[in-house]
């Protein structure tokens, strides 16, 4: 995938998942918050940014996936 492509998958993911996290992290603001800095142990320590931003954007809806259906982190 060209890195035009990359940039502009990373931009629709974004919001997608900002707005997914808004009903659990309580705010826009602390969801944007999580997107950044939370580490997910599970998808080996990265960021959802990180994770975006490598190509892994599929690995984070998976696992927001199993989060809300009562999985555990």
């Known amino acids: 995938m060209s890195r035009k492509k990359i940039?502009?998958?990373?931009?629709?993911?974004?919001?997608?998942?900002?707005?997914?996290l808004v009903p659990w992290a309580g705010s826009r603001e602390s969801a944007c918050d999580w997107y950044l800095n939370y580490p997910i142990a599970a998808l080996g320590g990265l960021t959802p940014e990180e994770l975006v931003n490598?190509?892994?954007?599929?690995?984070?809806?998976?696992?927001?996936n199993h989060i809300e259906e009562g999985g555990y982190a």
């Open 7 to 20: 940039k502009s998958a990373r931009h629709l993911f974004q919001p997608e998942i900002i707005g997914r």
């Open 54 to 64: 490598e190509g892994r954007a599929q690995d984070l809806v998976s696992y927001l």
